[in-house]
């Protein structure tokens, strides 16, 4: 990584600089989505459903296959983007708490510079935002239908979906901004987070499909325990009421917000037909398990639906307006999920589905319409990454680094790194995952868990790509498991790790 830092400023420059010339500093829209797998993006391979517009941004920038999240979990992976730094240095290693905005946050260094920066949609860090010209966030985790946004003047109750308006919003400040200055626009959904409420136009849009079982969705976690005792299933876990909207309480909770003719659409999909067919089924063992299974699929994906046709019409925007050929946009999501994998829901673990999140660039004039990109990119390097975009000098003590030089050809040439550090704390609510901290190679992965929870676990991703055979401890594997305990103690002392440093030296 200090090879990394050490790249020259004037490669960088002339990177950043090969479309634009000196003409002047690209605008910037990252959308930002929750919960977003890379499994359901067609761009990435996915036969579940079509992205049509995600792809759209594929086709004409450049797809990072192996984009890795540090603490997979909502509020500290924003809180990750906004400095550049691991929870354990941001200050934010839990959701539901309240994050230092008064710290160094790479959107200041952008006003600094003479951007004009903001932020629409969910928020989700406690605190009020700094570091944006303009601001309007949801409340919280923000609701599906009829929201409160939160603006530095009042907090108003907005109609629709909230989809639909996070798009109307952005549009209106694009319409509004200060033409003079270059921009920097976060755009973030709330989409596709639990509970999965698609749009009215969207409801059934899957029904007539009957998707794959994942391999692992019988996954028994023989030896490993940390798997044996998380609180994640689709089985167990997952509400037929609350997620599935089973006989729903259409009174109160989220329902409580619709208008009358949201709420008679609603019903007509979820109780005349979707609760009335379970009614009838009369299910049970595996058989009911598999249709949670289905109808979670048909809900997280038809709210999926709505989210990338919205990136569409922010898209076609950017064209219709003279913007595209001087805009850089971002599709990404706060980390991973699972789809049925390991017969699971939501995220948290270091195993693959939550550990890599989806990441597309496209990037006029630097980014190779249709390309990809296979090494460990860390979501510690967005923002030094969208500083040298900008022009503007990084910081010495942001913890990741510009991935410029991978959107260049012969990236197997470019020093980049061949490990990635990974650390997860919150238990034990509210899916109780043990905290585990963890090194990843192109090869392998070893993460260790501690608190109850206490074990090692270790996999040959070529071998064993579902990661249900835990090797560690195996004959055979004791010069592998030294050489990855040696790059993790690396890893954390050169990120500064102290709690895990402790952990890993205490036996």
């Known amino acids: 990584m200090k090879t990394m830092k050490r790249l020259s400023w004037l490669l960088l420059a002339l990177i950043a600089n090969t479309s634009f010339g000196q003409k002047k500093q690209p605008n910037i829209i990252f959308i930002f989505s929750d919960d977003h797998a890379y499994q359901t993006i067609s761009a990435y391979g996915s036969t579940l459903a079509q992205t049509p517009n995600i792809d759209r941004i594929a086709r004409q920038g450049t797809l990072f296959k192996n984009a890795l999240v540090?603490?997979?979990?909502?509020?500290?992976?924003?809180?990750?983007?906004?400095?550049?730094?691991?929870?354990?240095?941001?200050?934010?290693?839990?959701?539901?708490?309240?994050?230092?905005?008064?710290?160094?946050?790479?959107?200041?260094?952008?006003?600094?510079?003479?951007?004009?920066?903001?932020?629409?949609?969910?928020?989700?860090?406690?605190?009020?935002?700094?570091?944006?010209?303009?601001?309007?966030?949801?409340?919280?985790?923000?609701?599906?239908?009829?929201?409160?946004?939160?603006?530095?003047?009042?907090?108003?109750?907005?109609?629709?979906?909230?989809?639909?308006?996070?798009?109307?919003?952005?549009?209106?400040?694009?319409?509004?901004?200060?033409?003079?200055?270059?921009?920097?626009?976060?755009?973030?959904?709330?989409?596709?987070?639990?509970?999965?409420?698609?749009?009215?136009?969207?409801?059934?849009?899957?029904?007539?499909?009957?998707?794959?079982?994942?391999?692992?969705?019988?996954?028994?976690?023989?030896?490993?325990?940390?798997?044996?005792?998380?609180?994640?299933?689709?089985?167990?876990?997952?509400?037929?009421?609350?997620?599935?909207?089973?006989?729903?309480?259409?009174?109160?909770?989220?329902?409580?917000?619709?208008?009358?003719?949201?709420?008679?659409?609603?019903?007509?999909?979820?109780?005349?037909?979707?609760?009335?067919?379970?009614?009838?089924?009369?299910?049970?063992?595996?058989?009911?398990?598999?249709?949670?299974?289905?109808?979670?699929?048909?809900?997280?994906?038809?709210?999926?639906?709505?989210?990338?046709?919205?990136?569409?019409?922010?898209?076609?925007?950017?064209?219709?307006?003279?913007?595209?050929?001087?805009?850089?946009?971002?599709?990404?999501?706060?980390q991973g999920f699972y789809m049925g994998e390991h017969g699971w829901f939501d995220k948290r673990f270091m195993y693959e589905e939550s550990l890599r999140t989806p990441f597309i660039i496209k990037y006029p004039g630097v980014t190779k319409p249709g390309s990809t990109v296979n090494q460990l990119m860390l979501n510690i390097d967005w923002a030094p990454t969208i500083l040298q975009i900008a022009g503007v000098k990084v910081p010495a003590d942001i913890q990741g680094a510009s991935f410029l030089p991978l959107l260049q050809p012969n990236t197997d040439k470019v020093s980049w790194r061949k490990a990635a550090y990974y650390h997860y704390y919150e238990f034990p609510e509210p899916h109780h995952v043990y905290p585990h901290f963890g090194v990843r190679t192109e090869q392998y992965t070893l993460i260790r868990f501690y608190g109850a929870g206490d074990s090692w676990e270790l996999y040959d991703l070529k071998k064993d790509p579902h990661q249900v055979n835990n090797i560690y401890g195996n004959k055979g594997t004791e010069q592998i498991t030294a050489n990855l305990k040696a790059t993790l103690k690396k890893l954390i002392l050169q990120y500064k790790d102290e709690e895990a440093l402790k952990i890993l030296e205490s036996r």
């Open 70 to 334: 540090t603490n997979s979990i909502c509020g500290p992976s924003r809180a990750t983007l906004l400095t550049g730094k691991y929870s354990h240095v941001n200050g934010y290693t839990l959701n539901e708490k309240k994050f230092n905005v008064g710290q160094q946050l790479f959107p200041k260094l952008l006003q600094q510079n003479g951007y004009q920066t903001a932020w629409i949609g969910k928020w989700h860090l406690g605190n009020l935002p700094e570091g944006f010209d303009f601001w309007r966030i949801l409340n919280n985790q923000g609701q599906y239908y009829n929201p409160d946004f939160i603006s530095p003047t009042d907090t108003t109750k907005v109609e629709g979906y909230v989809t639909n308006i996070i798009t109307q919003f952005s549009v209106d400040w694009l319409n509004h901004r200060d033409t003079s200055k270059p921009f920097f626009l976060v755009v973030g959904e709330k989409a596709t987070h639990r509970e999965w409420l698609p749009d009215l136009q969207d409801l059934g849009a899957y029904d007539n499909k009957t998707f794959p079982l994942p391999p692992t969705f019988r996954d028994d976690y023989k030896n490993r325990t940390a798997a044996q005792n998380q609180d994640m299933t689709i089985d167990k876990t997952m509400r037929l009421k609350e997620d599935l909207k089973v006989h729903a309480n259409y009174e109160k909770g989220i329902y409580g917000r619709f208008t009358p003719e949201q709420k008679k659409v609603y019903q007509a999909y979820y109780e005349d037909k979707i609760s009335k067919e379970f009614d009838e089924k009369k299910l049970s063992g595996d058989a009911l398990v598999e249709w949670k299974y289905q109808r979670y699929l048909k809900d997280y994906l038809s709210t999926a639906r709505s989210l990338d046709r919205n990136i569409g019409a922010l898209l076609d925007y950017l064209d219709k307006n003279g913007l595209a050929d001087n805009t850089i946009v971002i599709y990404a999501s706060d």
